[in-house]
């Protein structure tokens, strides 16, 4: 599975009220290729403080529970915890029920009577989050690169100039303004042959 390796811990918080669908789950996620830090609760209040006081990669739920269900603990997820992946576990799932969940932000569903798709559900879900965050970073050390670049081309004692590939003028920086006596505006609607 992608990107997993032995010596990485996983903490899975489970929403689930049967000890023994959990057993289930658990024997499912030492499939994983890496180590698994697994915490069950079965009521909202332990679902609230776990995640208050935790760090979690990824969470399971079941959709329906005596005092609690898969809708809410989502919509509390969503809003607080929008960067954990969140997949539902149920025993009876309608597609319109599924497809609703998916539209408050479940990475995926899967069924109890099909936990083979549960491995490979969670390693999708905790890759995309990878895949996320590494834009996200990327981003913004582009962003940052740009940002010192045109601090330094601002800031140089030489003419620094950019054409794109029909040789029209996309950044000038002051010195080149003040030798050719052009503002900026009126360089970008210039191309290197005028």
Known sequence: MLGMK???LIK???LEDDPDDSELV??????????????RVDCEKDFRYQLEKNQFDIILADYNLPTFNGISALK???????DIPFIIVSGTLGEEIAVQMLKYGASDYLLKQN????APAV??????VKLKKDKIK??????ESEEKFRTI???SADAIFVVDQTGRYVFTNNKVTDLLGFSRSEMTSKSITD
């Open 26 to 39: 658990l024997t499912e996620l030492g499939t994983l290729p890496c180590k698994i830090d697994y915490t």
């Open 115 to 118: 936990l083979k798709r549960l």
């Open 76 to 82: 509390i997820c969503s809003e607080k915890y929008p």
């Open 123 to 128: 390693a999708h879900s905790l890759e995309e």
């Open 6 to 8: 032995e010596d990485v």
């Open 153 to 155: 081309a601002e800031n």
């Open 12 to 14: 899975v918080l489970h």
């Open 138 to 143: 990327a981003e913004k050390e582009l962003r």
